[in-house]
């Protein structure tokens, strides 16, 4: 089994607080501050442990991993979530451990750290664009071995290895092409990753015919944020 690498604490990096409840509830951890930065602070077998949001996006996984390592001498940093797939196969709920990370944004190659048991396969794509087309993922799938789809990992892991740190990622499949996520979807949630609840009820005024669609979806979401975590926690020996 890969371990954690360093001596310092492991960080949990979760764009969206919904990936990191999971994580504070089977690992018990305390939100707190560390220089007016929220965090949440634990352990880990005989590891401490601090976790963060960051936020969805490339600018606001590159901010909030960069005032992370500004106060805390991590360790190991664990990018720990959900993620897009690319077709309508792979189940909802399948772990994607990605051999290598593209940051499309600013078209870099990363590398995750092997962790756990799992073997590494296919891309993870990291942009601030949504991609919803059949053809767009089609191309990603035949032209760089994409299995996946994200807005975070590959800035994170621009800014740990910037700054010599480790780097892993334990994504889990939450929604496919055929969830029908448009822009008016994906503006259901702030930047920040909380719920964006006036558009939620607008959405729902507008559309009641996809409350089940919906609600599907948020379920998908809830398994994806937990399996990950579990995946997460087991790799680093929990």
């Known amino acids: 089994m890969n371990e954690p690498a360093g001596t310092g604490p492991i960080a949990f990096v979760c764009a969206m607080p919904m990936e990191l409840t999971p994580l504070v509830e089977r690992l018990g951890l305390e939100q707190t501050e560390i220089d007016g930065f929220a965090v949440h602070r634990g352990t880990l077998g005989d590891r401490d442990v601090v976790a963060i949001v960051t936020g969805m996006g490339t600018k606001y996984a590159t901010e909030g991993i960069e005032q992370l390592l500004d106060r805390v001498d991590v360790g190991h940093v664990v990018v720990v979530g959900i993620t897009g797939g ?19 944004e600013a ?62 990622v334990f994504r889990v499949i939450s929604d496919r092409p055929d969830s029908n996520i448009d822009q008016e979807v994906f503006r259901l949630s702030n930047l920040d990753g909380t719920p964006n609840h006036e558009a939620i009820e607008r959405y729902f005024s507008e559309h009641p015919e996809r409350l089940e ?10 398994l994806a944020a937990n399996n990950a975590a579990e995946a997460a926690i087991r790799a680093c020996g929990g």
């Open 213 to 222: 669609e919906m609600s599907k979806l948020a379920e998908g979401s809830t």
């Open 107 to 168: 078209g870099t190659e990363h590398r995750p750290h092997p962790l756990g048991d799992g073997t590494p396969e296919g891309t993870m794509w990291t942009s601030d664009a949504l991609h919803t087309g059949a053809e767009a993922n089609a191309e990603l799938r035949e032209r760089h071995m994409v299995v996946a789809l994200d807005m975070e990992t590959g800035a994170t892991a621009a800014v740990c290895e910037a700054h010599g740190v480790a780097w892993s």
């Open 86 to 104: 690319v077709e309508n196969v792979t189940p909802i709920g399948t772990l994607v451990l990605p051999e290598i990370v593209v940051n499309a």
